[in-house]
């Protein structure tokens, strides 16, 4: 690429045009730092034309334009502006598409201009074209389409990747080097080439459809593929599999899994408390529900769970209101209920879920294995399934799926069971990888179901908590998802007409899909942080509360107060770590990802950004010479 800046500096000077050979480039290669002598040039121009033939594919589209054309007896040819000359761009052509004929071709670097300069006018004068009888199709708005009009020749644009792609490309690509450090800069196996073309193929619709389209449909897709390979090695004769998708988070990837005619498999709508609560053979699992929970009373402890001791309703009325911290009623309730309270609470709800699950999987009493698949992080809902399984004395194996792992939390998954990461802390590096599961609650989101989440259930029927996320929210996430699922309707047929096979190494599209989700989480850009700024994210934990999603005055004011480093480490809410930081500005952003991927040392000090510089959704914060201490219910946070 340096040598190549050099070549076009060099012929500007010399010739008034930047177009120059192969050739010319390689002339300023430095051999030497290589241990290479002038005579490899010939060796490194066939090397990158090698490259050039196995990568350059068919566009099929313009490929049947193209035949149609010829079939009507019209002339059709090629201007490029390109390095190679037409010799080779020939051997490429034919390559890519054997036995294809055309009536002119040229290349830029043999005229010593390009399509924005004067070949154009060289194709006409040499062709005795009749300019107003000529087309030319191309992508490129400036050379293209302006360059032949100036030329008074009709030019259609075709376009591939648009400016936010392309943008969100480029920072995928550095995301890469930076999360995946183990692994050195490579190939996607064409994956963003297919991302390029469904887009190009899409219809343009609302940003939220287009964030769908080119980001959270590949990587879905992509987990969708692992999916299906770990489904696939499970199969044997001696075997019977079950499938299930996990509740809420687990709605998009089953419909990606529907939509790509996967086998049969149910959505399960059993969450962590609800599993917890069944596998309870102590108290402390369900001292842990509660922990979770920021704030209860007795109406609400009632209908989580069927009852309210008089001992609890005694220690809850003793607060303010009734209403006390689940860390405070964590600790007492060992004090308040009883062992066979808890053992009568757990076997109900056990026998309720055993029951749907029955329903769900009418052959459930004969599978050997299940799996679940869900966003991840740490296998909970599937140990506390596992120990529902053992008590009730049902020898099935569970193999958990998840699109983020924790490996370390997954150590404790039963021997006869399994559970498997795709993106791992062999994916990215651990530090990366916990960032990215701090940053995934926004993910969670989008791939959400619009129902409240599950309280208990009544045979085949799902009992639900009251949903409070609001209706702009749900149905912002529906267009995503749309999107999503418009991405896998068309991707396996585009990726077959462009020989491409992006997901065939499952390590490198897991690596690339890290990068591509960790753009989104770690450094959203100004549309994407436009449209998620305003959501909330539903604790549902038998409570209504919401936490904010984003909240660039609270990490504005943990900044001042704790300083950068203390800033990156708090604990939410807000529950999008990274779009606050981002809300202050993208340089906040940039930096914290860095902290997050251990590239930022712990005594690094960073400067307030002034008020007036701020993003207008982070301007809610104070200047920094209002700081203050908060009192009150927020005083906490």
């Not at 930047?18 to 390689?26: A, L, N, Q, S």
């Not at 194709?123 to 360059?147: F, P, R, S, T």
């Not at 916990?434 to 959400?448: D, F, K, P, S, T």
């Amino acid at each position: 690429m340096l040598a190549e800046a050099r070549a076009h500096r060099i012929a500007q000077e010399r010739h008034g045009s930047p177009e120059v050979h192969i050739t010319e480039i390689y002339s300023y290669f430095p051999f030497k730092l290589f241990g290479l002598t002038e005579d490899a040039l010939g060796e490194l121009v066939a090397a990158e034309f090698a490259a050039e033939l196995d990568l350059c594919r068919t566009n099929p589209e313009i490929h049947s334009q193209y035949l149609d054309n010829k079939q009507h007896g019209r002339r059709v040819g090629f201007i490029s502006d390109t390095y190679w000359d037409s010799a080779r761009l020939s051997l490429l052509l034919r390559a890519c598409s054997p036995g294809l004929e055309w009536d002119f071709l040229y290349a830029s670097c043999e005229h010593r201009t390009g399509k924005s300069e004067d070949l154009f006018a060289t194709y006409v004068a040499q062709e005795g074209i009749d300019v107003d009888l000529a087309m030319h199709i191309g992508d490129n708005e400036h050379a293209d389409i302006k360059g032949a009009r100036r030329h008074g020749i009709r030019a259609r644009h075709y376009p591939q990747a648009g400016a936010r792609l392309t943008s969100r490309l480029h920072r995928e690509a550095s995301l890469f080097e930076l999360l995946c450090e183990a692994r050195p800069s490579q190939l996607d196996g064409g994956a963003r080439t297919l991302r390029r073309m469904v887009a190009a193929r899409s219809a343009e619709r609302s940003a939220a459809y287009h964030l769908g389209v080119t980001v959270v449909g590949p990587v879905m897709q992509a987990f969708n593929t692992f999916v299906t390979a770990r489904c696939s090695a499970l199969a044997s004769p001696d075997r019977r599999v079950g499938i299930g998708f996990l509740g809420r988070d687990g709605f998009l990837p089953h419909r990606i899994w529907q939509q790509c005619g996967g086998a049969p498999a149910a959505y399960l709508e059993v969450n962590r408390r609800v599993s917890l609560l069944a596998s309870a053979d102590t108290i402390e699992p369900v001292c842990e529900v509660f922990r979770k929970i920021p704030r209860i009373d007795g109406p609400t402890f009632r209908d989580m769970l069927k009852v309210l001791p008089p001992a609890v309703a005694t220690f809850l009325s003793a607060f303010p209101d009734g209403v006390a911290t689940g860390a405070d009623l964590a600790d007492a309730l060992p004090g308040l209920m009883q062992q066979s309270d808890i053992a009568d609470l757990a076997s109900g709800i056990r026998a309720r879920l055993m029951g749907y699950l029955r329903e769900m999987f009418p052959d459930f009493d004969r599978l050997t294995d299940l799996v679940l698949v869900d966003i991840g992080y740490s296998g909970n809902v599937q140990k506390a399934l596992s120990r529902v399984l053992q008590l009730e004395g049902v020898p099935l194996r569970l193999h958990g799926l998840y699109l983020f792992s924790l490996n370390d939390a997954l150590e404790d998954v039963p021997d006869r069971d399994s559970a498997e990461g795709f993106i791992s802390d062999t994916t990215v590096t651990p530090h990366a990888n916990r960032m990215l599961v701090r940053n995934a609650l926004m993910l969670e989101q989008i791939c959400c179901s619009g129902e409240g989440s599950v309280r208990d259930y009544h045979g085949s029927r799902v009992l639900r908590e009251p949903n409070p996320r609001s209706v702009a929210q749900i149905g912002l996430c529906a267009e995503v998802q749309a999107g999503a699922l418009a991405f896998a309707d068309v991707s396996t047929e585009v990726a077959s007409a462009f020989r491409l096979a992006p997901y065939a190494d499952l390590k490198r599209t897991a690596a690339w899909s890290a990068a591509v989700i960790g753009r989104l989480l770690l450094l959203p850009d100004d549309e994407e942080l436009s449209l998620l700024n305003a959501f909330q994210h539903d604790v549902n934990l038998g409570t209504s509360t919401l936490s904010p999603m984003v909240d660039g005055a609270f990490i504005h004011r943990q900044i001042l107060a704790r300083g950068f480093v203390g800033a990156c480490n708090t604990v939410p809410p807000p529950m999008w770590i990274a779009g606050s930081f981002a809300a202050l500005s993208p340089a906040h952003a940039y930096w914290y990802t860095l902290f997050g991927a251990n590239a930022i040392g712990a005594d690094t000090i960073m400067l307030n950004v002034p008020d007036r510089l701020r993003r207008p959704w982070g301007r809610s914060s104070p200047p920094p010479w209002c700081l203050r201490r908060e009192s009150g219910p927020g005083a906490a946070r």
